[in-house]
Antibody
Framework: VQLEESGGGLVKPGGSLRLSCGASGFTFSDYYMAWIRQAPGTGLEWVSYISGSGTYTNYADSVMGRFTISRDNAKNSVSLEVNNLRVEDTAVYYC???????????????WGQGTLVTVSS | DIVMTQSPESLAVSLGERATINCKSSQSVLYSSNNKNYLAWYQQKAGQPPKLLISWASTRESGVPDRFSGSGSGTDFTLTISSLQADDVAVYYCQQYDSLPTFGQGTRLEIK
């Protein structure tokens, strides 16, 4: 299993980015995928997940209405559109796989190296 | 949201000695219909992403050394490293997945 994130960068408050994660080494469409973030020097915060088909999504309250997760199973990729960014969204954003094929069990068995999003004026 | 609280925040243990990290959830993560605890443990070394060590409170992932073990049920859980190695220096996190995922704040493990 390999996951590789891209798309991070420096953005002003209120700005937007599109984070992407390419996956390989497994049947991508069979698995839920998730984004988890880690602010500098702090702990982990789950951000969003999406079902294998893309039908079901969910978000942490802190990003609801501002972030949108999507996936392209033909390209083995999952994306996170991050809008109306705030200083407190500054973090490394990790893409991760949910190992159980089906809803209701959301832990993460494979992680990418992460992409850094910095929100600053 | 279920709040996960780890203790201690940091821990220094001598090489070869036992290290114990505790994790407490604000409500039970034991799912009665299957008698499984929805609790995972991760290890994060400096500059690296987290690595899954244990799921279902006590099931070690493939390739994880058997010096790592998880125990507990309901609201109280423990990660034990039976004989600390230098390679175990890291921050350890617990995570519940009984509801929307939440993580503990982390425990930093160092060599004494």
């Amino acid at each position: 299993v390999q996951l590789e994130e891209s798309g991070g960068g420096l953005v002003k408050p209120g700005g937007s980015l599109r984070l992407s994660c390419g996956a390989s080494g497994f049947t991508f469409s069979d698995y839920y995928m998730a984004w988890i973030r880690q602010a500098p020097g702090t702990g982990l915060e789950w951000v969003s997940y999406i079902s294998g088909s893309g039908t079901y999504t969910n978000y942490a309250d802190s990003v609801m209405g501002r972030f949108t997760i999507s996936r392209d199973n033909a390209k083995n990729s999952v994306s996170l559109e991050v809008n109306n960014l705030r200083v407190e969204d500054t973090a490394v954003y990790y893409c991760a796989r949910v190992p159980i094929q089906g809803p209701g069990v959301y832990y993460f068995d494979s992680w990418g190296q992460g992409t850094l999003v910095t929100v600053s004026s | 949201d279920i709040v996960m609280t780890q203790s201690p925040e940091s821990l220094a243990v001598s090489l070869g000695e036992r290290a114990t990290i505790n994790c407490k959830s604000s409500q039970s993560v034991l799912y009665s219909s299957n008698n499984k605890n929805y609790l995972a443990w991760y290890q994060q070394k400096a500059g690296q992403p987290p690595k899954l060590l244990i799921s279902w409170a006590s099931t070690r992932e493939s390739g994880v050394p058997d010096r790592f073990s998880g125990s507990g049920s309901g609201t109280d859980f423990t990660l034990t490293i039976s004989s600390l190695q230098a390679d175990d220096v890291a921050v350890y996190y617990c995570q519940q997945y009984d509801s929307l995922p939440t993580f503990g704040q982390g425990t930093r493990l160092e060599i004494k």
